[in-house]
């Protein structure tokens, strides 16, 4: 960490500043001009957010991802971690990660209660969440097997990307764990927590990031400055709802998949795997047609979207 944060659980706005009501007159909006009396900062993102989240706001951290990772050994209540800048930000497979000002670059720390193997469906809420904020905001996001958000059609990715998502979970021992500092139907030793990091590029020029993420952003996209703040409610509050209606989450994800009825390439851990992606099966599974007509279901892996054969 490398500034003081700033934390509110305190979902009461400050005297005389306005209702979240009055400060949005109802009507979703995410337009960065809107003056409604909020900063991007913890009150303002824990003002009129339904979801039951303590906001932390950074103006510059290493990664949200490891602040979670901090916060979840010490059995914090569930947080999300705000940073308008991260110095040294991660990807997925250990990829880098670009995050100048600007961003949505956050990191929720969550005790799911769902089995172990209902994980992925968190993941993928996650991704639905954010396409339905993008949307909100004019941009007609997709979402790529298994969580990236792109938009448009060109690129070799089939689209630029607009969000990625990593998560990572582990299990409190015990040692670093302080019971203290929760409410009793908070953590014990041993719960399982998620960290679900989410990487928006909004208020960022796409040449700020490096020109093989083949990256674009909501500025770029909408060609003006979003509310980073009524963003990132929308994605918080939408995965709430989604995490407490299981069964929804995957139809939704279907309704905004740019990856099935596609030609596809997954890398996984055990071998390449290519034909056409027909389904996403529970917790998250990719349904890929192979050649020969096998169905081949891949859990884990890197897809690329392929052209039609004979295109
Ligand atoms: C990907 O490789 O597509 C996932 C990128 C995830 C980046 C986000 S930014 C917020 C959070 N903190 C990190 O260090 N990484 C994630």
Not at 92 to 114: K, M, T, Y
Not at 285 to 295: A, C, I, K, M, Q
């Amino acid at each position: 960490m490398t500034d003081e944060a700033e934390t509110t659980g305190d979902e009461e706005s400050a005297e005389g500043e306005p209702t979240a009501d009055e400060a949005t007159d109802g009507e979703p909006t995410a337009d960065e001009a809107t003056d409604d009396g909020y900063e991007y900062d913890a009150d303002g993102i824990r003002a009129g957010l339904d979801a039951d989240f303590a906001v932390e706001y950074h103006e510059t951290l290493g990664s949200s991802n490891d602040r979670a990772k901090t916060l979840a050994a010490e059995g914090a209540p569930e947080t999300v971690v705000v940073a308008d800048e991260q110095t040294a930000p991660r990807g997925r497979e250990g990829r880098e990660w670009s995050s100048p000002a600007g961003g949505v670059w956050v990191s929720l720390l969550v005790w799911p209660d769902a089995e172990p193997a209902a994980t992925p469906l968190y993941t993928l809420a996650t991704a639905v969440a954010i396409t339905e904020a993008c949307r909100e905001a004019g941009v007609r996001a997709r979402i790529k097997w298994p969580n990236d958000v792109l938009v448009g059609t060109d690129g070799d990715r089939g689209g630029a990307k607009l969000c990625g998502v990593l998560t990572e979970s582990g299990q409190t021992d015990g040692s670093g764990t302080d019971e203290s500092s929760r409410d009793d139907d908070t953590a014990q030793s041993g719960d399982r927590w998620l960290v679900i990091g989410i990487g928006l590029n909004a208020n960022v020029d796409p040449a700020a990031l490096p020109a093989e993420a083949d990256a674009t952003s909501l500025r770029a996209e909408r060609g003006a400055d979003v509310d980073r703040r009524r963003l990132l409610q929308t994605v918080l509050d939408r995965f709430d709802e989604l995490r407490g209606d299981p069964d929804a989450v995957l139809p939704a994800w279907r309704e905004y998949a740019d990856t099935l009825d596609r030609r596809v390439r997954v890398e996984t851990p055990g071998g390449t795997v290519v034909g056409e992606a027909v389904d996403v099966r529970f917790p998250g599974s990719l349904v890929v047609r192979t050649d020969d007509g096998d169905e081949v279901v891949v859990t884990a892996g890197d897809c690329e979207h392929l052209r039609p054969i004979g295109n």
